[in-house]
């Protein structure tokens, strides 16, 4: 997915204390190089050489960029057990790396929740806040929720501006300029029965993203060299949907680079791009070209769903193109099928987007960002603490005792992975589900307090004092609003 190039740049950018020479490989897209020498850094036998959690997220990221999703949650695993600061930055660092692991695994309503979660921390740094948001701002393009989409790259131009630090603003700037060209392709009058893109956006003014006429200035891109590559790339893009055909073969040079880098996943996003740009210009021949080292392919692990989505739709606009109608229609009944269920998901796992929560008075969704912390047998610890989490007499001892360990085992991994005790997660679990049931405009209860004992927390002060220190508000206030 083109979100790849996006985050390998963020991930350095928010991290300074990465080598130089690290960063100078990663920014312009060398990506073997890095992972190289991330490897080298992290798997050395000196035990007096340990390497430090800055070097093991770093060694994560690329191989997650890589497509190396196993590999990669090991990594951010023992990058996790090397952090040595406060229990408030280490809840950081697991909202970040499982935010990551789960959009690049596509369970976006959970990356959504994880980066919305980090940048509300308080020891939250700039750098791992705007890195966040440019998650955010992906994820919500992903879904289609390009009105929200457009709200966060506000903050994203704010913070960037704060940052003081120009390849940020080239960053921003660049994706800004990435889902101009993805709007201008997929929302063309040629691609008017895209169901999928259609349903999602039908209201959205692309105005809000600014215009796709104005120059980018290429020198402003210029430290960033992998996005001044895709940058270019666009522009090829562009006038490829606009009918040049002088610009194909920058296009193809550029799906060369990207297999060459071992961008696989990317490369196959790259060919649906410009399939779908050839649809735009009326050249099906070209747009099955793109398509054909795909059919027959493994699809990506990764991205199957929305990658096999737009996959059959461009199959079957070639065919309606080239006139074989009933293959076309074949195709496309496949594809429509599955772009109802798709908006259905989508509906269902994340009802209301979670930044705009609170502006509409909603109850925000409750999306599950905890257990992809946790490995697999404290997952089950956690899915017991979920399903008993009104019960008052709830202890850590019977978690513990359901899943067969100590509480001194179940303390430690939970503090490892999630930077929070058992007891603490209980606590804030239960004034995250008291918050919801308040904001609720449709909930039955009279008083906080029925509403608190729902939920197993049966003293005033206990809900008080805890509600207060999560959400800097007594619950009272949040009721009467």
């Not at 739709?313 to 195709?331: H, M, T």
Request: glycine letters at 4%.
């Amino acid at each position: 997915m083109f979100s790849t190039l996006y985050f390998s740049a963020a991930s350095v950018l928010a991290s300074p204390a990465l080598s130089n020479a690290y960063a100078s490989k990663v920014l312009a897209g060398h990506f073997h190089d890095a992972v190289h020498m991330a490897a080298a850094r992290t798997e050395r036998d000196d035990p007096q050489a340990s390497p430090t959690y800055e070097e093991l997220q770093a060694y994560a990221d690329i191989q997650l960029v890589l497509g190396r999703y196993e590999e990669a949650e090991d990594t951010f695993r023992l990058a996790q057990k090397a952090l040595r600061h406060s229990r408030e930055a280490m809840r950081v660092a697991s909202c970040r790396n499982a935010g990551w692991q789960a959009f690049f695994q596509n369970h976006l309503s959970t990356a959504l929740t994880c980066f919305k979660r980090v940048t509300e921390e308080a020891e939250v740094t700039p750098g791992q806040k705007i890195e966040c948001l440019v998650g955010w701002v992906l994820v919500l393009h992903h879904l289609g929720r390009l009105d929200a989409m457009c709200a966060r790259f506000e903050e994203l131009g704010a913070l960037a501006q704060q940052l003081g630090d120009a390849r940020w603003l080239s960053l921003v700037e660049a994706l800004r300029r990435d889902m101009l060209v993805q709007y201008h392709v997929r929302f063309s009058d040629q691609l008017a029965d895209h169901i999928y893109w259609r349903s999602v956006a039908l209201e959205f003014v692309p105005k809000a993203l600014g215009n796709i006429d104005t120059p980018y200035p290429e020198a402003q891109l210029a430290a960033i060299p992998v996005l001044a590559k895709r940058h270019s790339y666009l522009e090829h893009l562009q006038a490829l949907a606009d009918g040049r055909q002088a610009t194909l073969e920058p296009v193809e040079s550029y799906l060369r680079w990207s297999l060459s880098h071992g961008l696989d996943e990317y490369q196959r996003s790259l060919r649906l791009e410009v399939a779908l740009a050839c649809l735009v210009a009326k050249r099906p021949n070209i747009s099955e070209t793109m398509l054909t080292p795909c059919n027959g392919a493994p699809v990506p692990t990764s991205q199957h769903a929305r990658w096999y989505l737009d996959y059959l739709y461009c199959l079957a606009k070639v065919r309606q193109q080239q006139g074989r109608i009933q293959e076309f229609s074949q195709l496309y009944a496949r594809y429509a099928l599955l772009s109802i269920r798709h908006v259905r998901a989508d509906s269902v796992s994340i009802p209301v987007v979670a930044a705009e929560a609170t502006q509409t008075g909603r109850s925000p969704a409750r999306t599950d960002d905890i257990s992809v912390r946790l490995p697999g047998r404290y997952r089950r610890a956690y899915g017991y603490l979920m399903e008993n989490l009104e019960r008052a007499d709830l202890s850590v001892g019977e978690i513990a005792a359901h899943i067969g360990v100590t509480e001194r085992a179940l303390q430690a991994a939970f503090k490892t992975h999630l930077a929070l005790s058992p007891s603490q997660l209980i606590r804030r679990q239960r004034m995250e589900r008291i918050r919801g049931d308040l904001i609720d405009n449709n909930t039955n209860a009279q008083t906080v307090l029925e509403v608190a004992h729902k939920w197993g927390v049966q003293h005033r002060s206990t809900l008080v004092n805890g509600y207060r220190k999560l959400f800097n508000e007594v619950p009272s206030a949040t009721f009467s609003r």
